[in-house]
């Protein structure tokens, strides 16, 4: 399906369907559709679920008139790089309304506009991250546009979502999000989504730097790797899908994922759902936070922004940080406290024997941990396989389902896409080898200004101690021994 440059086009066939047919039944309830969510352990997508929403309507176009003039800052990135993740601490910035971007978007641009110094042909621009509470400070009523109640979280809305606006080729790097899961609602254009399961991590080479609370980045490229320097990945099992307008894309907790826009513009909405396993990650992150902070403000405390990712305001001091474990620990203790009341009310209303030894805060971890597979294999996909059809549809495997090969809407690599990168390629790969060569020139400078030789291939970096310090899978540890610790006080 088609858009032109400012993204206007058709519906999407399943609402044409759906206005044609006259149906107002949706095929799953918000009941089942939260069960779905909660037990589901593997990318899904809805279908014929939000027909009905008003902000189905939402084009870059449409929004540009409902914000006004408002500015809003775009991440600008070159649409094709190398082997090396186009980290946000690597991209520049522009502040611009959404009309000026869509003058630019048809490469219609002025030489005094905001886009000024951006060929339209070869970079790409990414509103992302915009939380509806900031953007639409004084338009509150576009919240109810926004219906997650439809997926059994009653009073959920815009003001629990965040928008997603970009250009061709704009893209998130390859991460996971340390807390909930992932509802992500395609209104514009055409998103390719690649996923990797939680247990693949070690395939994926985790890293911290640029930090960020809630994102663990890959140092892989995921859609041009290095196979050279990250063998391993070619252990990495890709899930790759195209998510469609009017589609609801599920993205269990912990679920790696590239994303990036195949079409002229691209519009989404997404929400993260709070999970029970956030209380213990909340902790986790304040340790890394606390360490990542530490050790990097100690080598360079004079350019924090080398390594803080741009969506990082807040202070960074260790005094601050402290507050912040103990704040999370304190959490992690008054939501166990209350998950036992709970327990002991329902006992008792169950008319059943209350014992004395309530479970202990290390057995409630261990239920909470038990209930978190983030890093071993789940299972349980025999309860949920049973709903899948035409109006959810899982993401499988590339192995087994090769969007190339097969059509639908898990068709990732259509013929026109294909063409449309090969177009670019050869007119961006100076550019390429440019932007390699300034990282690279960039790299050999901050090395030896900081050592009298060149390092040998043995030198170790703060970076390289740091990804080893806070692995998700030894933070995980650290947050146990951590809270095991301090409830033997209790």
Known sequence: MATDCKGRGPGT?????????????????PEKAKEIIMSLQQPAIFC????????????????????????????????????VPQFETACSYVDATLEEFLTWNCDQSSVSGPFKDYDHSKFWAYADYKYFVNL????????????????????????????????????????????GCNLVFQVQGRKRWHLFPPEDMPFLYPTRIPYEESSVFSKINVVNPDLERFPQFQKARRHTVTLSPGQVLFVPRHWWHYVESIDPVTVSINSWIELEEDHLARVEEAI???????????EDPHHPRAWLNPTEVEETSHEVNCCYLNDAVCAFFDHCGKAKEVETQALRANGEKWRKEEPSVQEHMEVEQAHSQSFTVRTGKQEVASQFGPDLVPVTPASEDRPSEKGGILGSDSKGCIDRDKEHSAELSYARRQQASIGASAASEQVTSRCPVAPSPTFV????LLDCL?????????????IQGKSLRF
């Open 48 to 83: 014929n679920m939000v027909f009905d929403w008003p902000a189905q309507h939402w084009t870059a176009e449409h929004l540009s008139r409902v914000l006004q003039g408002k500015q809003i800052r775009f991440r600008m990135g070159l649409r094709s790089t190398d082997t």
């Open 461 to 464: 970096s703060t970076d390289d």
């Open 470 to 482: 806070v692995n998700p899978q030894v933070t995980r540890m650290v947050a146990q021994l951590l």
């Open 13 to 29: 066939p399943a609402q044409r369907a759906v206005g044609k047919e006259g149906e107002c039944v949706k095929p799953f309830t």
């Open 288 to 298: 890394t936070r606390m360490l990542v902070c530490a050790l990097k403000t100690a």
């Open 136 to 179: 639409f400070e004084d338009k509150t009523n576009v919240f109810q546009e926004v219906m997650w109640s439809d997926f059994g979280f009653p009073g959920r809305n815009g003001q629990e979502s965040t928008l997603w606006i970009g250009s061709l080729g704009a893209h998130t790097p390859c991460h996971l999000d340390s807390y």
